[in-house]
């Protein structure tokens, strides 16, 4: 290998890194903005918006919205569309059809009967700096739509798998995700788009495999409540995510599942630190 090839050996990996380290630095600057939005809108209205298309609403508030929804780092952010959101508000740790206890307080059966109600300060008595409002989940694009098996399997955590059985239970659903899940193909959920309510959780811990309850000839409409969408992304072993106080913290996907739990409930009484 000659001088020129020696030095471009040396130099390439490590501008690949920079160029990495500026797209996740990128990528928490679009949730410091958020989590301004997010600020600004309390004061404003008296509450967070947290139901309906809630990212559609908080842009109202930010300059340049449709790139700030889109994470840099996320290998798949070149062909988002309109409507394709990298980051999505936290649910909680329960399934959303009867109960959200995160950031979200509606769910999706309360929404059907009450009409929607937004989450305000008040509601979240663990602390606004100790309680996640959004985290990153890997892009699901249109451009996805369609896509063979293969390529689906390509990237296993950007998509949803089916199981073998409907679960009746958060417990039941995240051993069947772990040891039982079969497919992600065919394509039905476009989760990194605003869909019947829905964000992610804390089910499972941060950069697992997401699943669906049921498998492709079972599901129901209803069954995507009970899903499984847990944060995602393409930094490494980390996700990044906004707390309630406009602080953006980095997680790495080691972290204790029970803290990943306690920093997803509202009102859990949980004492947690994350410094």
């Known amino acids: 290998m000659g001088v020129l090839g020696t030095l471009v050996a040396i130099v390439a990996p490590a501008v690949q890194v920079s160029r990495s380290r500026v797209r996740d630095l990128e990528c928490r600057n679009n949730l410091r903005q958020i989590g301004l939005a997010l600020q600004n809108h309390e004061q404003s209205h008296k509450a967070f918006p947290t139901t309906g298309s809630y990212q559609l609403r908080l842009s109202a508030q930010i300059e340049n919205s449709e790139s700030v929804w889109v994470c840099p780092a996320d290998s798949q952010a070149s062909v988002a ?16 059809f009867a109960e959200k206890n995160g950031f979200a307080v509606q769910s999706i059966r309360d929404l059907a009967d009450h009409g929607p ?7 979240i008595t663990d602390g606004l700096s100790n309680t996640c409002a959004y985290a990153e989940r890997l892009l699901v694009s249109g ?60 089910i499972l811990p941060p950069n697992r495999i997401g699943c669906q309850n049921g ?61």
């Open 143 to 202: 451009f996805n739509e369609g896509s063979p098996e293969q390529s689906l399997l390509s990237s296993p955590r950007r998509f949803l798998w089916y199981v073998e059985d409907r679960q009746p239970d958060e417990d039941g659903m995240m051993a069947a995700c772990e040891s039982s899940r079969t497919t992600p193909y065919p394509l039905r959920y476009k989760t990194s788009g605003t869909f019947m309510n829905v964000g992610y959780d804390h």
């Open 81 to 96: 569309r309109g409507g394709d959101f990298s980051y999505l508000i936290n649910d909680g740790t329960k399934f959303r």
């Open 117 to 123: 109600r937004d989450t305000k300060a008040s509601d």
């Open 215 to 275: 498998g492709p000839a079972l599901l129901r409409m209803a069954d995507q409540s009970s899903s499984l969408v847990s944060s995602t992304s393409e930094h490494g072993p980390s996700v990044n995510v906004l707390m309630a106080d406009g602080a953006v913290r980095p997680i790495f996907d080691s972290i204790d599942l029970a803290i990943w739990r306690a920093i997803s409930t509202r009102a859990g009484n949980e004492v947690v630190s994350l410094d």
